[in-house]
């Protein structure tokens, strides 16, 4: 039941990206609409109380229709204040944005480190812990082609213990939606106000996620976007489960996670501050040099509880590459698509979205191993095009919303751009490499 509700809540995040997003955020605003999604992920929680095929199911539809609103609204949101704020600084706003991303995921990243230390807190109470034999150890890693739920680590935990967890979870998540409702500022209240008066063509924002498909910018960054679900699923899903479930038991996967979360949050926050001075490309290099020693490693590697430092050592390495594939990969979409910020978010969660779907529909199906070759070939096609897309916009760099001068030729929805070489002085490069 939970592949199968992963599966619902990303399709509905496809679907949502596809349709609702770009009109929800222009109506509500980027403010309601984030408090809106984080409604819907309570409600799934809420769902996780009693779970069963009609409670998970419509709650994960809920959640995946508020999800790519809730993502989309608060990468517009940082990308807003980001052009806002890089005049003030006399700052490329790319540097700024860049900035402001690590922040949001040196906080948000953070919640791994809560959330899992949570729940291994209060699954750790758990004194019916299955003991794992020799036996059952030679089925773990990537060298065996078999499905570990045969063995007996994956006991689930006393159902006290889950309600305890959910209503955690579920007391937490009222509490950031109150928090956001009476604190954030409504930054672009004037502009939702008078996109409902001007009363703009349903279709011209119904459909503006594939509307600005039609730029190459767009349709070149989709296996960047795509890989990030890819490894993400790969190590909330595969290596929980056939690393460290299947080697040291269920209740290590928490501290596992923690690990993960720690690194993000802090490569998060450190890395956006050097992207002023490196430009995103060498991070993204640094990512995927990360992930390709990790994803070999894997491969060979023979899991076994003596080696128990070793189960922390990759997470905490994937959470350094995470942290790039999450804020570098949606600044660069900031910067690159400032007046379709919506419509660009929106694709990047459909994407990334997508990965996940299709790491999730073969994750029973074919063996760890495929799977791993799997996403080091999503790796490399990803570089390939996320390398050629920070060349195109190093040499073509794309105007910011404040400091840019418009000519009437310019066409925003595609990648020609008209010569601007008389007021280029007007032109902050967004793009170093």
């Not at 011209?204 to 996620?209: G, I, K, P, R």
Request: aromatic residues 14%; contains cysteine; hydrophobic residues 45%.
């Amino acid at each position: 039941m939970g592949v199968t509700s992963l599966s619902v809540i990303y399709a509905s995040i496809i679907l949502s990206s596809m349709f609702l997003t770009p009109t929800l955020i222009k109506n509500l605003g980027c403010k309601w609409t984030i408090v809106v999604g984080m409604g819907c992920y309570v409600t799934y929680s809420i769902g996780n109380l009693y779970p069963g095929w009609y409670t998970l199911i419509p709650t994960s539809v809920i959640l995946g229709m508020g999800g790519s609103p809730l993502w989309s609204a608060k990468c517009t949101l940082l990308t807003i204040c980001g052009n806002l704020q890089a005049p003030k600084e006399n700052k490329a706003a790319a540097d700024v944005i860049n900035k402001y991303f690590g922040i949001f995921f040196l906080i948000f990243q953070s919640s791994a480190v809560w959330g899992n230390l949570m729940s291994s807190l209060i699954f750790g109470s758990d004194t019916d812990i299955p003991d794992i034999s020799e036996e059952d150890l030679q089925y773990c890693g990537a060298g065996v082609c078999i499905d570990i739920n045969v063995n007996s680590t994956t006991k689930r935990p006393a159902q006290e213990l889950v309600w305890t967890l959910v209503g955690c979870y579920i007391g937490v998540g009222v509490l950031a939606m109150t928090i956001v409702a009476v604190f954030l500022d409504n930054i672009d209240r004037d502009q939702a106000q008078e996109f409902r008066g001007n009363r703009e063509p349903f279709w011209s924002t119904f459909l503006a996620t594939f509307t600005l498909l039609k730029d190459k910018r767009l349709i070149i960054l989709i296996p960047l976007s795509m890989y990030s679900g890819f490894e993400q699923s790969f190590l909330s899903g595969e290596y929980t489960k056939n690393y460290v479930t299947c080697s040291l038991g269920i209740h290590y996967v928490g501290y596992a996670m923690i690990c993960f979360g720690a690194t993000n949050s802090l490569c998060s926050f450190m890395f956006g501050r050097l992207a002023e001075y490196t430009g995103r490309a060498p991070l993204f290099c640094l990512a995927a040099a990360n992930n390709f020693a990790c994803i070999m490693a894997l491969l060979f590697w023979r899991p076994h509880p003596d080696q128990l430092p070793v189960f922390f050592v990759f997470p905490a390495l994937w959470g350094m590459a995470d942290a790039v594939w999450q804020a570098q990969t949606n600044s660069l979409y900031g910067v690159l698509f400032p007046r379709q910020k919506e419509a660009a978010f929106a694709n990047c969660c459909m994407w990334e979205s997508l990965g996940f779907v299709i790491a999730f529909a073969y994750s029973t199906f074919i063996c760890l191993d495929t799977k791993i070759y799997i996403l080091l070939g999503v790796l490399i096609l990803s570089m390939v095009t996320c390398l050629w897309a920070e060349y195109q916009e190093h040499n073509n760099p794309t105007l910011p919303v404040e400091e840019g001068v418009y000519d009437k030729d310019y066409k925003k929805d595609t990648d020609q751009y008209t010569d601007y070489s008389k007021n280029i002085h007007h032109i902050i490069a967004q793009t170093s490499l």
